[in-house]
């Protein structure tokens, strides 16, 4: 092989590996899918991840004028999952007490809420963090079961980056919360 035709290998191989970076790596804070047809989910402004004992929430906004959309909030009930980086938690299905593991919502401004009908498979993976004030980064991919509820049949994919809210409930009755509260 000459100079010139090992030159425009190497140039080739350099392109498809170049190019197979690129494919292979999303966004931070990213939507795509076939609930596309349904409204818009491109221009996500930002993305919250809320967690507590019980589930992991990640909700994607968009600036919508004076308004903010909830483009979709994917709520992932952790029961009997150990949620933690690099596991993979099947979001179709029902928890161990019959719970629907995953659920997702979409409320645009003067819209009425949608809650879209149950995810029949898909899966979500953290690549790190998952817990309150910890960076949390990872993704997840599903689709919805076929029939007449909202988004049947349509798939939902997103790539998440944010740091951890307390989704916590807070104090019960009677806990003190300050050694000098009052009565």
Same mark, same amino acid.
């Given at each position: 092989?000459?100079? &010139?035709?090992? /030159?425009?290998?190497?140039?080739?191989?350099a392109?498809?590996?170049?190019?197979?970076?690129v494919?292979?790596?999303?966004?931070?804070?990213?939507?795509?899918?076939?609930?596309?047809?349904?409204?818009?989910?491109?221009?996500?402004?930002?993305?919250?991840?809320?967690?507590?004992? @019980?589930?992991?929430? &990640?909700?994607?906004?968009?600036?919508?004028?004076?308004?903010?959309?909830?483009?979709? *909030?994917? =709520?992932?009930? =952790?029961?009997?999952?150990?949620? #933690?980086?690099?596991? #993979?938690?099947? +979001?179709?299905?029902?928890?161990?007490?019959? *719970?629907?593991? /995953?659920?997702?919502v979409? &409320?645009? /401004?003067? @819209?009425?809420?949608? /809650? !879209?009908?149950?995810?029949?498979?898909?899966?979500?993976? +953290?690549?790190?963090g998952?817990?309150?004030?910890e960076? =949390?980064?990872?993704?997840?991919?599903?689709? !919805? #079961?076929?029939?007449?509820?909202?988004?049947?049949? $349509?798939? +939902?994919?997103?790539?998440?980056?944010a =740091?951890?809210?307390?989704?916590? !409930?807070?104090?019960?009755?009677?806990?003190? &919360? $300050?050694?000098?509260?009052?009565p």
């Amino acid at each position: 092989m000459s100079h &010139v035709g090992r /030159a425009l290998a190497a140039l080739g191989l350099a392109a498809v590996v170049c190019g197979a970076g690129v494919m292979g790596c999303r966004g931070d804070n990213e939507l795509s899918g076939s609930v596309s047809e349904l409204f818009p989910i491109t221009d996500v402004s930002r993305v919250e991840v809320r967690r507590n004992p @019980e589930a992991l929430q &990640v909700s994607y906004f968009r600036n919508n004028g004076l308004d903010v959309d909830l483009i979709a *909030r994917l =709520t992932v009930d =952790t029961e009997g999952v150990d949620l #933690k980086p690099g596991t #993979k938690v099947q +979001l179709g299905g029902t928890t161990p007490s019959g *719970r629907d593991r /995953a659920s997702v919502v979409h &409320v645009a /401004a003067g @819209e009425p809420a949608r /809650a !879209f009908t149950a995810v029949e498979r898909g899966d979500l993976v +953290l690549d790190e963090g998952g817990n309150p004030d910890e960076p =949390t980064r990872g993704d997840f991919s599903l689709s !919805f #079961k076929k029939g007449d509820g909202y988004g049947a049949g $349509r798939s +939902l994919e997103g790539t998440f980056s944010a =740091t951890a809210l307390d989704a916590g !409930f807070g104090p019960d009755l009677g806990d003190v &919360v $300050r050694p000098d509260a009052g009565p």
